[in-house]
Nanobody
Framework: QVQLVESGGGLVQAGGSLRLSCAAS????????MAWFRQNPGKEREFVAA????????RYADSVKGRFTISRDNAKNTVYLQMNSLKPEDTAVYYC??????????????????WGQGTQVTVSS
């Protein structure tokens, strides 16, 4: 059974940093893209960042470009999201997403069949 487990969320002041991790089990995602999305209550889940299987290709939402960095360690079947210069508007539940098909980096939630349970990130002003 495929399982994605996020960790690393928390409360941070504006301007601070957090590093999210997503550990996959049940299947290896090392040959496929993975992504991060985020969601606030009453709003649609939105794309944040995605990474190709080798880590050489990445894509970011305009709102996080230059501040967030997605990376992966295929030996650990884990993807990361380094978040710097955090803003209050980054507050959300962050979800890791995976797919066992590729190699295209996709940004729609419908393209990812596997999801973690989410980790809360709260940025105070």
């Amino acid at each position: 059974q495929v399982q994605l487990v996020e960790s690393g969320g928390g409360l941070v002041q504006a301007g601070g940093s957090l590093r999210l991790s997503c550990a996959a089990s049940g299947r290896t995602f090392s040959s496929y893209p993975m992504a991060w999305f985020r969601q606030n209550p009453g709003k649609e889940r939105e794309f944040v960042a995605a990474i190709g299987w080798s880590g050489g290709t990445t894509r970011y939402a305009d709102s996080v470009k230059g501040r967030f960095t997605i990376s992966r360690d295929n030996a650990k079947n884990t993807v990361y999201l380094q978040m710097n210069s955090l803003k209050p508007e980054d507050t959300a539940v962050y979800y890791c997403a995976g797919r066992l098909a590729g190699p295209a980096i996709l940004v729609r939630t419908s393209e990812y069949p596997y999801w973690g349970q989410g980790t809360q990130v709260t940025v105070s002003s």
